[in-house]
């Protein structure tokens, strides 16, 4: 319909209105943006600063044609009242020729994509004969390298799977019409894309990109293989040297959570935070209920003042402290379940880390997370597990290497996969596996939870030295997902592990160890002593630290979690 207005529009000689921000535009409104004609899909606003041009937002927008075009003389007034029936035949045959001219031109008039140069959505380049698209801000992301990055195939020789359909006489324009006839645009998919249908009317549907598995099966082999053979497996697999990022925390780290918020446990400002911290996970930054979805929020509490919580971090910073913003919390619902949603999710997230001068970002979303019976780990389908994704992808693309990714899921959301598979068991495993070559550290929570079966059968409980190590042995070595050998998820690299314990016995609603045991289970992992009945095949002396719930609870014991555990660091 979109495609038929605007060939309306044209063959009338309607010259359309210049898109511009700010403006809100209604459904079917018809304008014209970088030398081309744009049909808007919903009615929406284009805020001003939220970068929602026609070319970068193809949820919003579809193109309908050049704005460049002369009138088309074979196209008189009497063409389009004459020919409503006829239309479907005439009209996308001479629309989509129309609409497939820009393609080849490009090839020769889009300038080269340059590595120092920042792209802003909508943006076009040229690699070899491949033209790309910018679908946000981007700077040294190498167009076609990452399916799930900022750059979008526009033509070239990766897109013949949809340029074949228009060479063929039979097939003609049959591949673009589809999406035509729909109200939703359908981006070009990679081959081994899955295409996801719209859940309810009025919504799109998108196709979800493969996830191209970065570590090798022989990793998850070693779950219930015999002892020789994962001894040796989970090491060779994996090198932390190969790996971007991995330099960026000191080897051993001691994570807290610091919150603007009293539960109990008191407040104090960033800069009275202990040295002995190395990463500081400021809490929390949620979805703001009252704004679209996919909007990010950060509140302040009013007890601390702006500028110098600005100031607080710049000092930490300044101290080699890496200071991170934390997504999510107990209450913290954000939901990213559309395009539209995963745009804002980028933009008002990206702003809040640029705002404060984050070193990065924590992943602790405790809700709306759960997976489908369909959602294989490396290839998800659930849009807000698919959204979160890419949304993380884009962020850490718009501030470089440097960027810091850590995660804080529950053990239900990991481990929890090992017993059975679907829910919100094993539901954060998509995002792990998707994110892996971009994650610093995982540490995973263990308290707030019961028992959970480890990778030997047997049950372990929270609170006690073998539920530290059975659960942080099974990142170590994979483990089978329900228990099917089908379906094993890969080891993480031992820098890339820890896990996550309560301050003080009032912080979480059970889990607590008492330091003494924590590091026990410590010398367990790391160096094969002091085990209890859980014994690890192999010692892992780069594990990489330890995080807890919450620095202001440790205040209340002289900050004992953060000194005791820095001192056994540096042994």
Avoid at 149 to 164: E, F, M, R, Y
Wanted: include cysteine; glycine fraction near 10%.
């Amino acid at each position: 319909m979109a495609s038929l207005l605007g060939a309306l529009l044209f063959a009338a000689g309607v010259q359309a209105a210049t898109w511009q921000e700010g403006s809100t535009y209604s459904a079917n409104t018809i304008v014209d943006y970088n030398g081309k004609t744009y049909s808007a899909l919903v009615t929406h606003t284009a805020y001003v600063g939220a970068g929602w041009n026609p070319a970068a937002t193809p949820t919003l927008w579809k193109e309908v044609g050049s704005s460049v075009s002369p009138a088309p003389s074979a196209g008189p007034t009497t063409s389009p009242s004459t020919n409503p029936t006829a239309s479907p035949t005439a009209t996308p045959t001479t629309s989509p020729v129309a609409s497939n001219t820009p393609t080849p031109p490009p090839s020769t008039g889009v300038a080269a994509w340059d590595a120092s140069k920042v792209y802003n959505g909508g943006a076009r380049v040229s690699v070899g004969s491949a033209i790309y698209e910018a679908k946000w801000w981007t700077q040294g992301n190498v167009p076609g390298s990452d399916q799930w990055g900022p750059w979008k195939l526009i033509s070239g020789s990766v897109a013949t799977p949809t340029v074949t359909p228009t060479a063929t006489p039979t097939t003609t324009a049959t591949p673009t019409t589809t999406p035509t006839a729909t109200p939703c645009p359908i981006v070009t998919p990679i081959p081994g894309s899955t295409w996801v249908p719209p859940t309810t009317p009025g919504t799109c549907g998108y196709w979800v990109p493969p996830v191209i598995t970065p570590t090798p099966s022989p990793t998850p082999t070693v779950t219930t293989s015999p002892s020789p053979t994962p001894t040796a497996s989970p090491t060779a697999s994996p090198t932390p040297s190969t790996t971007p990022g991995t330099d960026l925390l000191p080897k051993h780290v001691v994570v807290g959570y610091w919150h603007n918020f009293d539960n109990g446990s008191g407040v104090m400002r960033l800069k009275d935070v202990p040295a002995e911290y190395n990463i500081i996970n400021v809490s929390f930054v949620e979805g703001d209920q009252s704004a679209a979805k996919g909007t990010a929020a950060f509140v302040l509490d009013k007890l601390f003042n702006e500028a110098e919580f600005i100031a607080d971090i710049k000092l930490k910073q300044s101290q080699g402290v890496k200071v991170l913003v934390s997504l999510g919390g107990a209450n913290g619902v954000i939901v990213i379940d559309s395009l539209e949603a995963r745009e804002r999710f980028i933009k008002t997230l990206g702003d809040i880390i640029a705002k404060y001068g984050f070193d990065g970002l924590d992943l602790d979303m405790e809700n709306n997370l759960t997976i489908t019976a369909q959602d294989d780990y490396r290839k998800p389908v659930t849009p807000q597990i698919v959204n979160v994704i890419a949304g993380v992808k884009a962020i850490k693309a718009r501030f470089g290497d440097k960027f810091i990714l850590t995660m804080a899921p529950e053990v239900n959301y990991v481990q929890g996969g090992h017993g059975f598979y679907g829910g919100t068991w094993g539901g954060y495993l998509p995002i792990i596996h998707g994110l892996r070559d971009d994650l610093n550290m995982l540490h995973v929570q263990h308290y707030n939870t019961g028992s959970i079966g480890g990778t030997d059968g047997k049950q372990y409980s929270q609170g006690t030295l073998d539920f530290q190590v059975a659960m942080t042995d099974m990142l170590l070595t994979g483990f089978n997902l329900g228990g099917d050998v089908n379906k094993p998820f890969p080891a993480l690299r031992a820098d890339q592990v820890g896990f996550g314990l309560p301050a003080t016995t009032s912080a979480a609603g059970g889990g607590y160890l008492p330091i003494a045991e924590t590091q026990k289970a410590l010398d367990c992992l790391m160096k094969l002593q002091n085990c209890g009945t859980y014994k690890p095949l192999k010692a892992q002396p780069d594990l990489r630290g330890i995080m807890t719930w919450s620095i202001n609870w440790d205040s209340k014991q002289a900050y004992q979690f953060a000194k005791s555990h820095s001192a056994y660091f540096k042994k």
